[in-house]
């Protein structure tokens, strides 16, 4: 069974998004890791250390419901390998990258929003999966 792991650009200096992170995170311990990399790092050491097929959370990419973004949660926890997401650090990725994208939002979200919205939509996800009353339409 294959774990999801996202991987942000430092540590969230902002408390509430720390904590909101650290909240969602904990309840995903047994399917997300988190995976902070130094902030100090330049974008292109940063893209240079996630791995070749790693997913990027940029605005340009395709969006998702949050039902779509659970059946590939789905997808992604069945698979035997690990499934890589990145946010990018606060100017975002080089438009260059090549690497599969998936869009949070068409609009800009400072960078530690977006890993809250994204951890909490992968916590969404598992709970759409799991039939539990946390996502109601």
């Known amino acids: 069974m294959g774990r999801i792991i996202v991987h942000l650009h430092g540590k ?12 969602y995170s904990e309840r995903l311990k047994s399917k997300v890791k988190i995976e902070y990399h130094n902030s ?6 940063y893209v240079s250390l996630l791995p070749q097929d790693t997913i ?3 605005e340009g990419g395709p969006s998702f419901s949050s039902v ?14 690990d499934v ?14 090549s ?3 998936i869009s949070l939002s068409q609009m800009t979200l400072p960078h530690e929003l977006a890993a809250v919205i994204l951890i909490e939509q992968l916590y969404r996800s598992c ?11």
């Open 127 to 137: 709970e759409i999966n799991k039939g539990s009353s946390y996502h109601r339409i």
């Open 40 to 45: 100090k790092l330049t974008t292109d050491e």
């Open 84 to 97: 890589h997401i990145a946010i990018g650090p606060t100017d975002g990725f080089p438009k260059e990258i």
């Open 12 to 23: 969230p200096s902002q408390r509430n998004c720390a904590s909101l992170i650290e909240e």
């Open 68 to 81: 779509m973004f659970a059946k590939q949660f789905a997808e992604w926890t069945l698979s035997t390998s």
């Open 99 to 101: 690497n599969q994208k």
């Open 56 to 58: 990027l959370c940029d």
